[in-house]
């Protein structure tokens, strides 16, 4: 065993296990296990899980921008008929619109045939060739429905339970709860990557702690400068000197401790390990250039070039490392005009290196306890939008589509519907709040059981109003 | 019962309760309601059996008296005195899945002593009272001569059997002092010199000398600027900037001159309605604009205009009342006897704020300093001065008034030009003609890169043989037009006449030269009519002049005849490709005259002057006539030379006016917008009745005189008054936080039933008391607390007091808790004497990682470090971006201050290790102390490392602490001897330049030292 592993063993052994438990020493984590019941001190709170562990990780590919369910899972073949024609008031009276606010709404039929894949004949159009491949390992649910019709509160919405600001992302609650199984790395990692037409902007908001304690926020996975920021040691220190200096901290702190008895000198010290195995673990995770050319080809990405593609096979990577919480943001959705040249352009870079995250991790074993999430903030009008180039369609929140695949999820299942037009979930509705309790469940939390007491209330990833678990979906 | 059996009790009491609890919940004596049954019955009962009556299980409410104790069908919840008989001790109790309560589906269970409490409670009556923090505070009387804080304090600490702590070292003493007024480290100097003062004032003195620094200020400000959620940028989406610092300053100030709270409170709310309202106060009244607001496409007004009502309620709700009245947004409160309507009363308050709902700020109120007030005044009356004399009187120019109407009148009456209006004006591109009264065609709408304009006249038998084209200049359009480029340019690359002659036939009239009023260099009349109709290269445009009238006179070939029936087609190209090059505002004229066919003529008067000119001069009314004298003053010649210098003058102070900084401030809107009720928040829903402002019903109600809608200044007059229970506790218990480490009630932002009874309610009824029988003055409450013997306690807790009240809710000592982001940046800056201590100005920005604002857009954005000085201010003033608040500030917990937050969080986490590792900030501040150690302390390495460490920690190193560091020094000399190459790029991290005449790998040795000091965790605490 290596010096800086037995270092970190002994370290491991004193402070419990990783990123989040660390901390788990400082008295404000007693008072979280002490508040949650009875329980070993364990990474996460006592007595989490309490229901049966189906996944152990998620990586949720987030479709920033909002893509058409239209053009992608949700076939109608009444809208393609009526296309051009007025949309019908019934659909429109009395709903909110976003961008075609006070225009002449009229019906734009799909564009892109469907086919049918697989086993279980999914139907996705041809956009999605790779994604047809792997069909069968899809659940696709048909009737999403969110509260907000833009982007801003609508992500935060759909990352937070609330359009609220400063309240704790999913990933968040979901380290709270459960902890982090990466020894040196953090337990909610976040990717970012870009394409096409005027990418929506995202915020730090959709991947903080909120009121939760800062070491449950998600740590952005960076494609250029340091990967983690400030990880990169200053000009003229190597990691030999660093060590140096990070020994001398943490000795002098100990040497304080006797003289203060300080309980959060200890965690300082834990944390200052945990930073320089970081220095040392995380340039090795992002080195894609170890991952072989026909592994690079699979995803389509090249080292570097900061992809969604290269942030499929990170998230492959840091999986493998244990990592509880991986989400990709792929900003490039956001379709008004030109739609079928952007999306199209769009598809192709996010088809291929979903498909090939989904039979790489399969490969390795990793699908079965490792669930995946693949959708966006809200989905698209039925009706057309013409503000310059060719034809698009405007944000729509009504009724969208999303696919969950991997840990725990039933594949092939096709869930819920909306009407024949596209614009309302109609058959069994799915909430942005049944979405998160089914990822809890997956997980092994119930959901109304992971909260805490902020502002006087019980707060819960699921809010306030009942959510359901989709358990049509669940294998 | 022994000391440790309680103590063990009392350890095992706050395992099992709520984790806010104190000491005190298990303190055995008689049961009080609102300390003791109140908390247990609000988490666990009112849910389901509060206030909102929307929610309320089997009609039963246990909020109060008359609820519990009614009867239901026989039987009572609460039948005081008689545990057996009350419906409330039997389901507790009960081990029946049906019956217990509270009920497992909503996963909440009450402990045996919390069971306990409520038998004991319905056993001694069932009393209810009301909840203490609308019960008005008062004070207990204090024996003379001892500080009231230490009285109380000890008195609960005796029934504890608890001792106070000895006082704390002194250097932990100005430490402490200077970390909590200031925000700053003491100087070596400074705590040498009060080591050294033994005088019995010794403290009264640092503290009054500390409470006069304007350092003061700032460090106030920072707990201010959380819970009012100040910031830089707007929040929502784009988060763009907006003007607003300001605001930041003024709190500063606000705090350093010890502005009295009802005052500060008073002007945040409504600076802009108290009498004689001030630059000051208006700047004050900034509170009411500190939201996020968005600029997002798509996003609907009434959407977000729900969202600034309850966005505010909240931020008073926050900031002054202690209350989470945010949750009546859907449904009346769960937990406190609010409501709907009152939420949306007191939003009510906020109708009248001027904003765009949905889009871009707008600039803001001027906000000069004392110097640049002055040139403004300045500016201002050499304009004065200037237009005093163009007023007159000009003898000379009256005296020639007569000669230049008649010649006027006839330049009208000999006009040979006409002018056409168009019958159709279209676009070939998305850009909206529409043709005026002054038959002048003004674009707007679409802006497209090309565009070709058509247009149409019917014939009405005249003969043409030239045309003129006017470009002219319109407020509407970009730097005043006439075209719609941002410059005003515009490039007319051709134009092309054709006729449709009455039977249907289409001819195109050939055009024989073109000349122009001014043409831009490069872009000549002529070429906007060389037949080449599809090139974007040439064409004729007006670059610099724009903002005035420009024309293009283009000659016919051959005189044309339009007979009635016959169309006059004109199309004007416009095929620049760029930036929307295409006329903004034009005319079109024609001419019978061969010879104004073929020059530019003076330029036609406006349209109301003409009109004036052909009516004839007796009947012309006084206005009318005044109207042509002005006209005239403004074209002749004589005056020329005072109009430009008019017009430059009244540039001079615009443009100054325009370029001092700016602040969002509150205007009332003559009329409020309409608020009501929104049931369950749904904006789209608007069948809920209006609501004028008004506040909670449950809280003392303002008096008014008067039947008017109460506004703004009635709303902050009423949270200032002595009547209302509140305010004065809230604010007392979040500034104890900032010398204890935790409020007397823990939960800051809720004074309601779900949050804490205060662990000592008498002392925070004392002191706010006392803080309004003060005249709401500050300082003087600082200084009391500061005062204490109990702030000055020892914070070295022994393991064994630790156990025994581990949160330190007792205060038999002071606490220990790691210093807040931005401090963390000035401690480093402090030591290191990188710090820039300057007073307010625009916020700053220090280096921050490449690329951090890449998930920004509209627009996409690039950071760019400050230089010089504005690199090394202290961290309040960090430029503070919502949406991806500075990295470093982020590590240390600092809020994104989208919404109001009086609590930080305190994290211990690895990326407080990497920033002061790593971030540049903190390496150039050690390499920075490093200079220092060299330049400053001559001694040996021994005497060096003691130099240093008293720089950061203020105290003498201990031996092992010594050595650990010679010993690290030593090593990296040596390396960084064998390796100057990495000593030189060590020393470059940060803009401030290494002393020269140091040697390199002395001082990077150095720098490592300093790097272990500032990484510290004694460094960044406050003990």
Known sequence: ?475 | MTRSALLLLLVAAFAVTSPTAGLHAAVPKPVDYNRDVQPILSDKCFHCHGPDEKTREAKLRLDNFAGATADHDGTRALSPGKPEESEIHHRIHSTDKEEVMPPPKSHKTLTAAEKDILDRWIAAGGEYQQHWAYVPPVKVSIPAGVNPIDHLVRQRLATLNLKPSPEADRVTLIRRLSFDLLGLPPTPAEVDAFVKDTAPDAWNRLVAKMLASQHYGERMAIGWLDVVRFADTIGYHSDNPRNIWPYRDYVIRAFNTNKPYDRFTIEQLAGDLVENPSLETRVGSAFNRLLLTTEEGGAQAKDYEARYVTDRVRAVGTVWLGSTIGCCQCHDHKYDPLTSKDFYSLGAFFADIQEPIIGKREPGLPVPDETQAKELERLGSVRTALQTEYDGPHRSVEAAFTLWENEALQQVTANPWTFLRPAKAESLGKAKLTVQADESVLASGGKPDKDTYLLEAPGSGQTVTGLRIEALPDGSLPAGGPGRASNGNFVLSEVVVQVKRAGGTTASVPLAGAVASFEQGGFAAATAIDGDKASGETGWAVLPQVNQPQQLVVALAAPLTVAKGDTLLLELRQNHGKGSHTLGRFRISTTADQAAAKRVGSLPFPREITDILKTPADKQNPAQRSQLAAYHKSIVPELAELRQRLAAADKARKDYEEALPKCLVSVSLPTPRVVRILPRGNFLDESGPEMMPAVPAVLPQPTMEGNRRPNRLDLARWIMSRENPLTARVFVNRLWKQFFGTGLSKVLDDLGAQGEPPVNPLLLDWLAVEFADNGWNVKELVRLIVSSETYRQSSVADPAALQADPYNRELARQSRWRLDAELVRDNALATSKLLVPTIGGPSVKPYQPEGYWENLNFPTRTYQNDSGASQYRRGLYTWWQRSFLHPSLVAFDAPSREECTAERNRSNIPQQALVLLNDPTYVEAARALAARILAECQGSIDQRVIWAWREVLSRHPTPEEQSTLKALFEKHRAEYLKDPEAAQALLKTGLAAAPPDQPAPELAAWTSVARVLLNLHETITRS
């Open chain 1, 1 to 475: 065993m290596s010096r800086e592993a037995a270092t970190r063993r002994a370290f491991l052994g004193r402070c419990g296990v990783g990123f989040g438990a660390a901390a788990l020493t400082s008295l404000l984590a007693r008072e979280h296990a002490a508040a949650a019941g009875s329980g070993s001190g364990s990474n996460g709170l006592p007595g989490f899980p309490q229901l049966p562990v189906r996944a152990k990780r998620v990586i949720y590919l987030y479709m920033s921008g909002g893509p058409s369910h239209l053009e992608t899972f949700d076939p109608k073949p009444e809208l393609a008929r009526l296309h051009g024609q007025p949309m019908p008031d019934s659909f429109t009276r009395g709903q909110q619109i976003a961008q075609l606010q006070g225009q002449r709404l009229a019906c734009f039929a799909p564009q892109f045939p469907f086919r049918r894949w697989g086993k279980s004949g999914h139907e996705i159009t041809e956009i999605f060739p790779h994604l047809g491949s792997v069909a069968d390992e899809l659940a696709i649910i048909r009737s999403m429905s969110t509260d907000a019709i833009n982007h801003d509160p609508a992500n935060t919405l759909m990352n937070t339970g609330t359009m609220i600001s400063g309240r704790p992302s999913m990933g968040s609650w979901v380290l709270y709860g459960l902890g982090s199984l990466a020894e040196d790395l953090p337990g909610f990692v976040v990717l970012t990557s870009q394409d096409g037409r005027s990418p929506q902007p995202i915020s730090q908001r959709m991947w903080h702690s909120g009121f939760l304690p800062g070491k449950f926020q998600g740590v952005p996975l960076r494609s250029r400068g340091a990967p983690v920021l400030y990880l990169e040691r200053p000009g003229g220190v190597s990691p030999d000197r660093q060590a140096d200096v990070i020994n001398a901290v943490s000795r002098l702190n100990r040497a304080h401790d006797t003289a203060v008895h300080d309980p959060e000198i200890a965690t300082r010290i834990a944390q200052y390990e945990m930073a320089f195995r970081m220095q040392t673990s995380v340039p090795g995770l992002v080195d894609l250039a170890s991952e072989s050319p026909a592994m690079l080809k699979r995803y389509g990405c090249e080292p570097g070039d900061g992809s969604f593609a290269s942030n499929c096979l990170l998230a492959r990577r840091l999986a493998e490392r244990g990592v509880r919480f991986i989400q990709l943001y792929h900003r490039g959705w956001d379709h008004h005009n030109d739609l079928v040249k952007f999306i199209q352009g769009n598809a192709r870079n996010v088809d291929q290196a979903t498909a090939a995250l989904i039979t790489d991790l399969k490969e390795r074993g990793l699908l079965d306890d490792t669930l995946i999430i693949w959708g966006g903030e809200f989905g698209r009008t039925p009706m057309a939008q013409k503000n310059k180039g060719g034809p698009g369609r405007d944000h729509h929140m009504k009724g969208f589509s999303m696919f969950l695949a991997g840990g725990g999820i039933k594949g092939g299942t096709c869930h819920g519907a909306t009407d024949e037009l596209g614009y309302h979930a109609v058959e069994k509705v799915v909430h942005v709040r049944d979405l998160h309790a089914t990822i809890l469940h997956q997980l092994g939390i119930d959901h109304e059981r992971l909260s805490l007491k902020f502002q006087g209330l019980d707060l819960r990833l699921t809010g306030v109003e009942p959510a359901r678990v989709v358990r049509e979906i669940l294998a």
